[in-house]
T-cell receptor, first 113, second 111 residues
C-alpha cells in the first residue's frame, strides 16, 4: 500500500514563528502536493512539485514556500506564521503513470496563536 | 475547471445500497471523473474513476451517463465505515494535475 506520512498530526505555533511541515511518501511518486482544508472552503492547493527541486504555485501560495530536495520528501514552510494560517494541512503524492490518482496523508492540524 | 453539483448530504441504512449523484455538465472531453472520499479525521482517499464506461472495483461502482454530464457512485452494501464526505472531481490524468475539491456529499449511515 502507498504510504504518505506527515510528520505531525497536531501542531501549535506562535505568530511570527517559522514553521516546517514535512511529508514523506514511499512509492517513488514523481508528483507531490500541499493542500489546506478549511470549513466552508474545501481543499485548496498551495504548492505542488512534479520533480526534485521543481515547484509550482497552486491557488493560494502567498505566505508559504516549499522545498523538495529528495524525491520522497516535500516540505511546506510558513516563513512567518499568522493566525489566518490556522488550518488542516494535507500532503498528497501521485505517479504520472497512475492516471492522476492522488494518495493523501492523514493531515496536520496547525493552530497559530 | 469543470463545475460539479452534489447534494450536501444523504442518509442511508447499513447494508443497503447507496447512490450518490454528481452533476458535471461542463466537463471536457478529456476529463476523467474521479471520486474520492474523506473519512472523519483523515485525508481524502481515492475511490474510483472512469471516462465513459461504467466501472467497478472492490470499493464501489461508477455509472456514467451517456452524455457524461452526470455520474453516480454506487455503494452496493453500505457499512458504518462508509460514512464520509464523498467528492466527485473531473480531472485530466496527465502530469501533476491538481484536484479541485467541491463541497462534496456528507453520507450518514444509520445502523
Amino acid at each position: 500500500d502507498v504510504k504518505v506520512t506527515q510528520s505531525s498530526r497536531y501542531l501549535v505555533k506562535r505568530t511570527g514563528e517559522k514553521v516546517f511541515l514535512e511529508c514523506v511518501q514511499d512509492m517513488d511518486h514523481e508528483n507531490m502536493f500541499w493542500y489546506r482544508q478549511d470549513p466552508g472552503l474545501g481543499l485548496r492547493l498551495i504548492y505542488f512539485s512534479y520533480d526534485v527541486k521543481m515547484k509550482e504555485k497552486g491557488d493560494i501560495p502567498e505566505g508559504y514556500s516549499v522545498s523538495r530536495e529528495k524525491k520522497e520528501r516535500f516540505s511546506l514552510i510558513l516563513e512567518s506564521a499568522s493566525t489566518n494560517q490556522t488550518s488542516m494541512y494535507l500532503c498528497a503524492s501521485s505517479s504520472t503513470g497512475l492516471r492522476g490518482i492522488q494518495y493523501f496523508g492523514a493531515g496536520t492540524r496547525l493552530s497559530v496563536l | 475547471d469543470a463545475k460539479t453539483t452534489q447534494p450536501n448530504s444523504m442518509e442511508s441504512n447499513e447494508e443497503e445500497p447507496v447512490h450518490l449523484p454528481c452533476n458535471h455538465s461542463t466537463i471536457s472531453g478529456t476529463d476523467y471523473i474521479h471520486w474520492y472520499r474523506q473519512l472523519p479525521s483523515q485525508g481524502p482517499e481515492y475511490v474510483i474513476h472512469g471516462l465513459t464506461s461504467n466501472v467497478n472495483n472492490r470499493m464501489a461502482s461508477l455509472a456514467i451517463a451517456e452524455d457524461r454530464k452526470s455520474s453516480t457512485l454506487i455503494l452496493h452494501r453500505a457499512t458504518l465505515r462508509d460514512a464520509a464526505v464523498y467528492y466527485c472531481i473531473p480531472n485530466i490524468i496527465q502530469g501533476a494535475q491538481k484536484l479541485v475539491f467541491g463541497q462534496g456529499t456528507r453520507l450518514t449511515i444509520n445502523p
